[in-house]
T-cell receptor, first 114, second 113 residues
């Protein structure tokens, strides 16, 4: 049973470009969470999605950031017109339900904005 | 809003010794989960141990155990017989039903040979 998969593992973008980060949850998991980790800091919640629905986006910046989890395919975190402050590690986690189950994390995508 | 505090930015321990990492949290809920995650230099988040708030018995996983004090809202992690591979950032996390995780700022653990 493969774990949570994220790609790319490393992404370099110039200011103003778009970044697309992908997350495939564990098999059987229908809940996906995105977190951002700035250097030397803990993980901060961004958005929680189920298939075709955004459940909680309270941690998502209001502009330039969007997320989706389509019926088929991976979850996508999209950052438009990236700025240097977007440089961070972005982690995806998945869980099978809405309860208190453990979230299993992917390896993260390291985004560097030049 | 729930908050998680880790008051020790850095800790060190001698190989084979025991170390305790502190975590406190703030919540008005009575039923929730608490977790310790480890993040080695690879930056992969690895679950170390978890505790259900309604269980009084402290969770244990091999060399890792917790001291869960619900009234004090304290959730410390004890690592026994420390190994070089235990060196990592350790994050304490809280989760309530149907909600996202709230992570503490982390404690960097060094293991000295």
């Amino acid at each position: 049973n493969a774990g949570v998969m994220q790609n790319p593992r490393h992404l370099v973008r110039r200011r103003g470009q778009e970044a697309r980060l992908r997350c495939s949850p564990m098999k059987g998991h229908s809940h996906v969470y995105w977190y951002r980790q700035l250097p030397e800091e803990g993980l901060k919640f961004m958005v929680y999605l189920q298939k075709e629905n955004i459940i909680d986006e309270s941690g998502m910046p209001k502009e330039r950031f969007s997320a989706e989890f389509p019926k088929e395919g991976p979850s996508i975190l999209r950052i438009q017109q990236v700025v240097r402050g977007d440089s961070a590690a972005y982690f995806c986690a998945s869980s099978p339900g809405t309860g208190k189950e453990t979230q299993y994390f992917g390896p993260g995508t390291r985004l560097l904005v030049l | 809003a729930q908050t998680v505090t880790q008051s020790q930015p850095e800790m060190s321990v001698q190989e084979a010794e025991t170390v305790t990492l502190s975590c406190t949290y703030d919540t008005s809920e009575s039923d929730y989960y608490l977790f310790w995650y480890k993040q080695p230099p690879s930056r992969q988040m690895i679950l170390v141990i978890r505790q259900e708030a309604y269980k009084q018995q402290n969770a244990t996983e091999n060399r890792f155990s917790v001291n869960f004090q619900k009234a004090a809202k304290s959730f410390s992690l004890k690592i026994s017989d420390s190994q070089l591979g235990d060196a990592a950032m350790y994050f304490c996390a809280y989760r309530n039903y149907g909600q996202n995780f709230v992570f503490g700022p982390g404690t960097r653990l060094s293991v000295l040979p």
